[in-house]
Structures are given as structure tokens and as C-alpha cells.
């Protein structure tokens, strides 16, 4: 079972990016996806999250920002990205769960690699 998370790279202040991550070996059409991010010297945190039925949870910190959605098939996970900050920037990973406050409370199942997003000022 593997979560596999692309998209991250190198952006200027304001600009987008979009992060996704698919799931293979399973199923995780009736699990939650989500994202979690870990910037140097400081502690992981939830970032946002989408359900199989498209519920979405946010942290503070993006919401209004980014936003979650998932694919038709529900193995894979998006992460829109926009009005980004220096601050955002971070090693961004993946995560999937049956339960969505486990995955929010950083205790998901599964995850997957980081991808890093940069954010020049």
C-alpha cells in the first residue's frame, strides 16, 4: 500500500501550485485524504483534508488559500494551493485514514513521501 505525492517545487510569493497524491494497493474511495506539512524546526501540522462524500476540513493558517478536493475515483487527493506565502513553505506529505479526526490528529494509517514546496519572497 503506497501513497504517492507529486507536484511540489519552486514558486514566488502570490503565486499557485498544485500538490496531488494517489493511493495504490487499496482502495481509499471511503477513506479520508488529507495533507499535512513540516517546515525546518518546527512540529508537523494538519493542513487540510477531504473526505470520499467531499467534506473538507482546513487549518488555520490556509484556509481561504487552499483548497482539497479529490478525483472522480477517490484514490487520489488534490491540494490547490494559492495566494502563497514564504511561510508555506515546507516539506508537504500526504496522508489517508478510515477516520477522518484520526487522520486529523496526525495518527493517520497510511502516509506517504514529502514533496517540498519553496516560497521566495
Known amino acids: 500500500v503506497q501513497l504517492q505525492a507529486s507536484g511540489g517545487g519552486l514558486v514566488q510569493a502570490g503565486g499557485s501550485l498544485r500538490l496531488s497524491c494517489t493511493g495504490s494497493g487499496r482502495s481509499f474511495s471511503t477513506d479520508v485524504m488529507g495533507w499535512f506539512r513540516q517546515a525546518p524546526g518546527k512540529e508537523r501540522e494538519f493542513v487540510a483534508s477531504?473526505?470520499?462524500?467531499?467534506?473538507?476540513y482546513y487549518g488555520d493558517s490556509v484556509k481561504g488559500r487552499f483548497a482539497a478536493f479529490r478525483d472522480q475515483d477517490k484514490n487520489t487527493v488534490y491540494l490547490q494551493m494559492n495566494s502563497l506565502k514564504p511561510e508555506d513553505t515546507a516539506i508537504y506529505y500526504c496522508?489517508?485514514?478510515?477516520?477522518?479526526?484520526?487522520?486529523?490528529?496526525?495518527?493517520?494509517?497510511?502516509w506517504g513521501q514529502g514533496t517540498q514546496v519553496t516560497v521566495s519572497s
Open positions: 477531504a473526505s470520499w462524500s467531499d467534506v473538507t
Open positions: 496522508a489517508a485514514d478510515d477516520r477522518g479526526p484520526k487522520l486529523r490528529r496526525g495518527r493517520p494509517a497510511y
